[in-house]
């Protein structure tokens, strides 16, 4: 049981480890309203013309009268690991981390979030590829509530670990670097560590403090 843990803790921790120290912050600066198009618009319209009858609480509508009312709203930058880790050096996470080209951008109705865009860009436009992921916009939404993703520049980042299905929401703030950014374990993730993963203080600390925890699990160490 034990190892189970640790490899579930690796996976998150060593996404902040590389072998070489030069390499360079992966993050670019986005601006929200410069990805919210007509054309990303066009799509949301498409895709939900073919919502099925019947299906519409998957994706986050209660009937289709609501179609007519949606917005698009906060986007969302998605983060993946750097591929190619090594334990041997710990880096901070705006070195570790990059845009995968995916984003997903808040459907609304009214400012509330009822389901997630996912946008892919595709010769240098933003386009809409699908719709869904409703409980995960009903969390971000609370999230928003206390946090007021909007009333930042830049767009809110989430880091995805798709292996083990678990999503860190890095808290907003366009005055700190990611490294002094606070890491939030959204549902997803909390079903998978439960209370083996930490969130207080910057996100680097958290990070460090499962350092020596995956080095003993790499030498196979209990």
Do not use: C
């Amino acid at each position: 049981m034990k190892k189970i843990i640790l490899s579930l803790i690796i996976i998150l921790v060593s996404a902040f480890i590389l072998l070489a120290e030069e390499t360079e912050v992966v993050v670019p600066k986005l601006i929200s309203s410069d990805i919210i198009s007509g054309e990303l618009k066009a799509d949301l319209k498409k895709i939900i013309t073919i919502i099925p009858v019947g299906e519409e609480h998957q994706y986050g509508f209660t009937d289709r009268k609501q179609f007519d009312k949606v917005e698009l709203g906060t986007v969302f930058q998605i983060l993946t690991p750097i591929p190619d880790l090594s334990p041997v050096q710990y880096l901070p996470p705006e070195k570790a981390w990059r845009p995968n080209g995916l984003l997903k951008v808040a459907v609304s109705i009214n400012s509330e979030y009822r389901s997630l865009l996912r946008v892919e860009k595709k010769d240098g436009k933003y386009r809409g590829i699908s719709l869904g992921e409703p409980e995960l916009a009903k969390e971000l939404n609370d999230l928003n509530k206390k946090y007021g993703f909007n009333n930042f520049k830049n767009p809110t980042r989430i880091v995805s670990i798709e292996k083990i299905a678990s999503d860190f929401l890095i808290i907003p703030d366009d005055t700190l670097s990611m490294d002094d950014s606070k890491i939030y374990p959204l549902e997803s993730a909390r079903k998978v560590f439960g209370k083996k993963i930490k969130h207080k203080g910057r996100l680097s600390k958290v990070i460090k403090a499962y350092h020596p925890i995956m080095i003993k699990y790499i030498q196979g160490v209990d």
